[in-house]
């Protein structure tokens, strides 16, 4: 059985690529981050981490939405080079004066030199997300863990010039470097192609409607712990985490998948039809609920051991807190697969409208009934969010049909 199934491409990409980004965050996780931790002290590292998630919201909205539309329209026609390296390449000179701005408005404390590291790991990390699009767009993915894996080794290797030089950007500066010179000496992204200024304009606009959705995802994503400091306290923070903490590490998972599902997407033909979209539902919502119950069971055994203290604090809400997890990287990846079939701005719509949601249920629930209604309210935002990506592929499908 399981040889066959070793058989079938798709299920041996996703293993490589699950298995890359899984060594990539168990160096990041495990490793880097509480080397950090030990090294620098609690109040230094949550300013690290403050600017780490600044990066990752910047980094992840240009790079993985320029990734992404490459992706999209390979499927329709051949892309070239130009208009997305002039793009990445424009949009990181302006992360300089970003980077200025972000240390003067929320005081980080940093001179000249760490600003400078910083827009460095800032445009290094876009152009890493969205360098890999080298190895999608050529269901390459034994190269796609190579990259990662190459990436994870920098990490590891950053830790020693951050013994010699005391700046932490310079731990995750090498994997960056090491992961876009692999693509630039085995790939062919980055060499040189006439820019077809109409290819541009349709680019921009494309780009400009995914940038928007991922910006917007990505500081609701991490605005839980904000919300919560700001009604219940610190230790409501602490409790939410660790309750949803498998969940979390379960969508990790989803990134990989969402990779192998739009680069296979991508070069079928295939029109989506009613049958075809509620077979790849209900195989989700089956997936999700055999993640639910792995991770209730897996939480009971882990957090016990990792955080002993908190146990019994954070146990009822391991149901609601992995469910919420859950329910939102699975309308990620229904997401992803809406994005081969309907325009980019109906990804804008989709977010939007979440958004509107979390701030009209989320924050006032939270306000009247603590860490208890917020758990409840974001459960119940995020199964909002997955029938109106359900619905919105429905509509395309019916409206194809007329």
Not at 333 to 358: C, D, M, P, S, W
Request: net charge positive.
């Amino acid at each position: 059985m399981i040889q066959k199934i070793w058989k079938q491409q798709f299920f041996k990409d996703s293993f490589w690529t699950m298995l890359a980004l899984c060594i990539f965050n168990v160096i990041l996780q495990f490793v880097v981050y509480p080397f950090l931790n030990r090294t620098l002290g609690t109040e230094e590292y949550g300013n690290i981490l403050f600017l780490l998630s600044v990066i990752n919201i910047v980094a992840i909205s240009i790079g993985i939405s320029a990734n992404n539309r490459r992706m999209v329209a390979s499927s329709f026609s051949k892309t070239s080079n130009a208009e997305y390296n002039l793009f990445i390449g424009i949009i990181s000179v302006f992360f300089l004066p970003l980077c200025f701005l972000i240390s003067n408005i929320f005081h980080t404390g940093q001179g000249i030199v760490d600003i400078f590291l910083f827009w460095i790991l800032m445009c290094l990390t876009t152009w890493r997300y969205y360098s890999d699009v080298e190895f999608r767009l050529n269901l390459n993915y034994r190269g796609y863990f190579v990259y990662y894996l190459l990436i994870g080794v920098g990490y590891l290797a950053g830790i020693f010039l951050f013994r010699c030089f005391n700046q932490w950007e310079l731990i995750l500066i090498p994997g960056e470097m090491m992961g876009i010179f692999y693509v630039f000496c085995k790939g062919s992204i980055y060499k040189k192609t006439d820019l077809n200024k109409e290819k541009l304009v349709i680019f921009l606009k494309a780009v400009a409607y995914l940038i928007a959705s991922q910006l917007l995802i990505q500081i609701v994503f991490n605005s839980d712990r904000f919300i919560l400091k700001l009604f219940s306290g610190g230790v409501a923070v602490t409790i939410y985490y660790i309750a949803s903490l498998m969940g979390k590490t379960i969508a990790l998972l989803s990134t990989p998948l969402n990779s192998v599902i739009i680069g296979y997407l991508a070069k079928s033909k295939e029109e989506m039809t009613v049958n075809r979209w509620i077979k790849i539902v209900v195989l989700c919502i089956f997936l999700a609920g055999t993640a639910l119950i792995a991770c209730i069971v897996a939480s009971n055994f882990v957090i016990r051991i990792l955080y002993p203290q908190e146990y019994s604090l954070a146990k009822p809400f391991f149901v609601v807190a992995n469910l919420a997890q859950i329910t939102y990287f699975s309308t990620g990846i229904l997401a992803t697969i809406l994005l081969r079939y309907v325009e980019e701005k109906y990804q804008l719509y989709i977010t939007v409208g979440y958004i509107f949601a979390f701030l009209a249920v989320v924050i006032p629930v939270t306000w009247m009934c603590g860490l208890e209604g917020f758990a409840y309210a974001i459960l119940g935002v995020n199964c909002l969010r997955f029938v109106f990506v359900f619905l919105v592929m429905m509509r395309k499908i019916y409206r194809t049909k007329s």
